[in-house]
């Protein structure tokens, strides 16, 4: 079989990571405006300063000092306020996407750029004409867009004064929002996603060590709020134009258990169930899953929700699934294993089996060809994969090419696999690549690990022209989109 002939070729990016624009136009902050840069060795740290004016610094997977309020501390350099400045440079930027034959770009709005503090009764006019802009400018190469509501960027008043997620109001902000950005954009959007990864809230147990009862209350807390507030937002879409799909995206864990031992097997089930169908389940079917309040328990928290919120989420269903795939990981019961994941702290255990990149991630096709043919049978739904790249260290050489084959092999032995799922009987609609252009790494905050088709020179401390240049990977994916996945060599 081959991929269908509609299929949407394409790239993802997230306004946090490529936007920039910090406090122009109205913009209000996010967290990662106060975010500094890390490495595959060293987590990202935010700076804050507390209530008796000392300043510090805290692990982005690590709970936030109470009384604290994020800040910007001279002398240090904060990636995602310029990113790669898509603000200014974003007809530039969709001109070389057209280029290589997009049919779907995937994009977030930034929401403190439509409500600064996100508590305001009215928008913010600048913010909401410049996506009217940016979609126009899609449209004008006939690409579709593709757009996150919230891709990990909450105002930061909303945060910081409002108790952020574990706060049920913010469902009607939320609502607030999304009713703007329906109306706004009716006929220039069609295709929506609510909270990007939303599940990725659930692997916060895996990289937060010591967490209180609290903390772990307020992870069920706010994912249940954030669920409640997707699903309100799909009634909302249906209702103002009947034609909107809005489907839910997930970060994928590809999971296998280390061994055949059976506590092995159970472990990797239980993960399973934990840190992906718990998110998917409850969106694509309306209701908690059996072993939720399991799973809550394990965790020593007890909640219980209202009934208007669940009845919301039997209303609001998703239309498809998107998802994230990098990489897969083991699981298991036994002690004293190598572990995997350096470049995003540690997922889970290596498996000797596969090869890895030098941010610790597992190079493993097979595994996205793995879970299509899971979520596929699970839910019965449209899918489409909305990251999915090699984050690679890319040298510019003295003509100005850069030699990315490595990420070439990468894609075409994914992009093999999803045909090989499409013979399967998967029902793919979409492929958009993640980090079409060079941004900045939401995990390590670098430069330096790129993933684009296109090279942005920039680095690591904002050193650079912002100049874009073509990677070999940019003529190769042309050539893959003319032919509709059929040529990859």
Excluded at 206 to 235: C, P, W
Excluded at 243 to 253: D, R, S, T
Excluded at 462 to 470: A, E, M, Q
């Amino acid at each position: 079989m081959s991929f269908p002939k509609n299929f949407y070729w394409g790239g993802a990016t997230a306004a946090n990571q490529c936007e920039g624009g910090f406090g122009l136009d109205g913009k209000g902050a996010i967290s990662s405006d106060f975010t500094l840069a890390g490495s595959a060795k060293s987590p990202r740290y935010i700076t804050y300063i507390d209530k008796d004016g000392n300043v510090g610094k805290v692990s982005g997977f690590a709970p936030f000092p109470k009384d604290a309020k994020r800040t910007v501390l001279e002398d240090h350099y904060y990636p995602n306020q310029k990113a790669i400045d898509f603000y200014h440079r974003y007809k530039e930027d969709i001109a070389l996407f057209a280029e290589m034959g997009f049919k779907m770009y995937r994009m977030s709005i930034s929401w403190s750029r439509i409500f600064p503090k996100g508590i305001e009764e009215e928008p913010n006019e600048k913010g909401l004409q410049f996506y009217e802009d940016v979609f126009k400018e899609c449209r004008k190469y006939n690409i579709e867009p593709l757009v996150t509501l919230c891709h990990y960027d909450t105002p930061l008043y909303l945060e910081e004064e409002c108790g952020g997620w574990t706060n049920h109001d913010l469902i009607d902000y939320f609502q607030r929002y999304v009713e703007t950005v329906f109306k706004r954009y009716n006929g220039l959007v069609k295709y929506w996603l609510t909270f990007n990864e939303i599940n990725s809230l659930l692997m916060h147990f895996d990289f937060f060590k010591g967490m209180t009862e609290e903390d772990k209350r307020n992870i069920y807390l706010k994912l249940h709020h954030q669920m409640v507030a997707s699903a309100r937002a799909v009634k909302i879409a249906h209702s103002i134009n009947s034609e909107y799909e809005v489907g839910c995206m997930l970060a994928c864990p590809c999971n296998y258990p280390l061994t055949c031992d059976p506590k092995d097997i159970l472990a990797c089930q239980k993960k399973l169930q934990d840190t992906f169908f718990y998110s998917g389940d409850v969106m694509v079917r309306g209701s908690y899953p059996s072993y939720a309040v399991s799973a809550r328990k394990r965790s020593g928290v007890e909640l219980e929700f209202n009934e208007k919120d669940l009845e919301e989420l039997k209303e609001g269903i998703v239309d498809f699934i998107s998802f994230s795939y990098y990489s897969s990981s083991c699981v298991t019961t036994h002690k004293n294993v190598e572990m995997d994941g350096a470049g995003n702290l540690v997922l889970g255990a290596k498996n000797q089996y596969l090869t890895y990149s030098d941010w610790g991630w597992s190079l493993d096709p097979d595994g996205l060809r793995y879970i299509l043919n899971v979520l596929n049978d699970r839910y019965q739904l449209p899918l489409m994969i909305v990251e999915n790249g090699l984050g690679a260290i890319d040298h510019v050489e003295e003509d100005g090419s850069i030699h990315d084959q490595y990420r070439i092999e990468y894609l075409r032995q994914h992009i093999k696999a999803m045909e090989e799922a499409i013979d399967d009987g998967v029902d793919l609609r979409a492929y958009t690549a993640w980090g079409c252009i060079d941004l900045i790494s939401a995990s390590t905050g670098e430069m330096r690990k790129r993933y684009g088709f296109i090279y942005v020179d920039l680095d690591d401390e904002g050193n650079g022209t912002y100049n874009r240049y073509r990677k070999d990977s940019f003529y190769w994916y042309k050539k893959v989109i003319a032919s509709n996945g059929k040529d990859l060599d």
